[in-house]
């Protein structure tokens, strides 16, 4: 009889666990389905066409976007991770009274609803740029770096730490005991140690600029556009099928980023929680 | 010769002081300002409350109202279903499935948050497939774009797997034979979910709340896909007074008060869960005091 009912409710875990991912995915089948919609609505099926996808290479506007955003993408992994990588040693080798009041300030930048980042960016970088006259505070491109870099510092820098905390402070400590001075032990033990833990980072700061819309929405400058926001302002100009198919192709660029992720950190001996500890963002 | 610790950290200290926390500052002075004539954004030459006042006005009131009912009933219900899922993974999936299922969950949180949204749209557009077929089987067409509980579905879906990775890994945490020893104790199986694996998970269940209430409270994504105007949410409204209404002072007020309800919100949520279990904490006091 227990026995019975503990393989009842071990059936209803299981449908639930099903069935919410079916739900998960749900949209994310329909966008992937609607790109090859040959109507000229995105709600509406037609029938099937690999047009959409020619919007990429034909419509300029939406061939601007997507370079932008690979632009902002990879400059801003580069500014996340770099500054990440080296709060992270900071974090992890040096901890102190600094250290609290630095990490208080990431968990700051990472709760802070987008919005409020938003909105007070913008009129920040309208201040730097015209009333202190700073003009590379004006330039498109070096507006969405620096919003989209925000979050992704914090991400690196716990990733960074984690790793190398999880590390013996020896292997410096004997490189120190061995005489090399501290610029050589930074560039050859430290290093090689985190690099695992940026290389992740950077390429979760590339995707999370990919994917950012609230900040860019309003830091963006016209004449640079990043991919999400000229959807979002698609929403109001009517979705067409175009839009779902560069989305497919985004998703597949971010999804094979996050690949990589978990392929560098399952190489460098983290078990698969902490991967997904770390791809949740810390 | 050992230099400070945090030099380091000086660059990433510098960046986040210029771009975040200053930034944030600067809209705390706007909010106490107001603007001037038809052209000005703000102006801070007479300092005042008065925005805050504006803020809570009835017709700003109420999208207020609506986003803490979506805010609470969001993060109950992501708790809710995501629950028994975290708990499926983690005690009755065989471990070398985990790691897929972990990846699976990522999916969709590492998808264009917009994108996965407009995906809601069109499963839920009166032109849509599901639309279509409840036409089919005799019902009307789907009236569900554009309303609040299009909205809650949307926010559901979004931060669920924000829910459902904290809780992964606290029930993770719990060792099965925890389980097992109070069942051999003679606990049945709800007393020891209730009185074992659900307060081990606690510190899961409290980051999973946090991580989906903050971000959903302040969300403008989905209520701009979704709600329409049945459905504004705050974030909405900090949008357009900065990019329409072009009066930064009351936007900035609103964005002020929307932190402040978030955090007086999650303040409230930890008193009450306090004075909820503080009866099974004294009880389980006792019961050592005899042993």
């Known amino acids: 009889m227990g026995t019975r009912r503990r393989a009842a409710s071990d059936v209803a875990l299981t449908v639930w666990g099903v069935v919410v991912f079916a739900f998960l995915f749900a949209p994310i089948i329909v966008v992937v389905i609607s790109s090859f919609n040959s109507g000229r609505l995105l709600v509406a099926w037609q029938g099937f066409s690999l047009e959409p996808f020619a919007a990429l290479v034909s419509k300029p506007a939406i061939r601007d976007s997507v370079i932008v955003s690979l632009q902002t993408g990879a400059i801003s992994a580069v500014v996340a991770s770099l500054l990440g990588m080296l709060a992270g040693i900071a974090l992890a080798r040096r901890p102190g009274r600094w250290a609290a009041w630095f990490i208080g300030l990431l968990l700051l930048v990472s709760v802070t609803p987008e919005i409020v980042d938003a909105v007070a960016l913008l009129p920040w970088l309208v201040f730097l740029g015209q009333d202190l006259g700073m003009p590379v505070f004006s330039d498109g491109i070096v507006r969405l770096v620096i919003g989209h870099s925000l979050f992704s510092t914090a991400v690196v820098s716990y990733i960074v730490r984690a790793r190398l905390i999880g590390l013996d402070a020896r292997l410096e400590e004997a490189s120190a005991d061995l005489y090399a001075p501290p610029a050589r032990t930074f560039l050859r033990i430290t290093l090689p140690l985190v690099a695992p833990a940026v290389l992740a980072g950077a390429l979760l700061s590339f995707t999370l600029s990919l994917d950012n819309t609230v900040i860019a929405a309003f830091v963006q400058v016209s004449g640079s556009t990043p991919w999400p926001v000229y959807v979002l302002s698609a929403l109001r100009s009517g979705l067409r099928p175009e839009i779902a198919a560069v989305s497919t192709i985004m998703l597949i660029l971010s999804l094979g980023a996050l690949a990589v992720v978990w392929l560098v950190l399952r190489r460098s001996g983290d078990a698969s929680n902490q991967i997904a500890r770390t791809l949740a963002g810390g | ?291």
């Open chain 2, 1 to 291: 010769m050992r230099r400070p610790g945090w030099l380091l950290a000086v660059p990433a200290w510098v960046w986040l002081l210029v771009f975040f926390v200053a930034p944030v500052l600067q809209v705390l002075w706007f909010s106490f300002g107001y603007k001037p004539g038809i052209f000005g954004t703000h102006a801070n030459d007479v300092l005042s409350f008065d925005r805050y006042a504006e803020a809570v006005t009835p017709t700003f009131f109420a999208t207020f109202q609506n986003t803490l009912w979506v805010g609470i009933a969001g993060t109950l219900l992501c708790l809710v279903i995501a629950l028994p899922v975290a708990y499926w993974m983690a005690a009755k999936v065989p471990a070398r499935h985990r790691g897929v299922l972990l990846a699976l969950v990522l999916v969709p949180y590492w998808t264009n948050f917009l994108i996965r949204t407009i995906g809601w749209q069109i499963i839920l557009s009166p032109e849509g497939a599901l639309s279509h077929l409840g036409q089919a089987l005799g019902f009307g067409p789907l009236d569900l774009l554009y309303t609040r509980p299009a909205v809650l579905l949307g926010v559901v879906y979004n931060y669920l797997p924000l829910m459902i990775l904290p809780l992964y890994v606290a029930f993770d945490r719990v060792d099965p034979a925890l389980r097992e020893a109070s069942k051999d104790l003679g606990a049945d199986r709800l007393r020891t979910l209730f009185g074992v694996t659900l307060p081990l998970a606690q510190p899961g269940i409290i980051a999973g709340i946090v991580l989906v209430f903050i971000p959903l409270m302040g969300d403008y994504i989905t209520p701009t896909v979704l709600g329409g105007a049945r459905g504004m949410m705050v974030g909405q409204l900090v949008a357009s007074q900065f990019q329409t209404a072009q009066n930064w002072a009351l936007g900035a007020a609103m964005a002020v008060l929307l932190i402040l309800v978030i955090a007086a919100t999650l303040g409230i949520a930890a008193l009450l869960a306090w004075l909820v279990t503080l009866p099974f904490r004294a009880r389980r006091r006792l019961r050592l005091g005899e042993a």
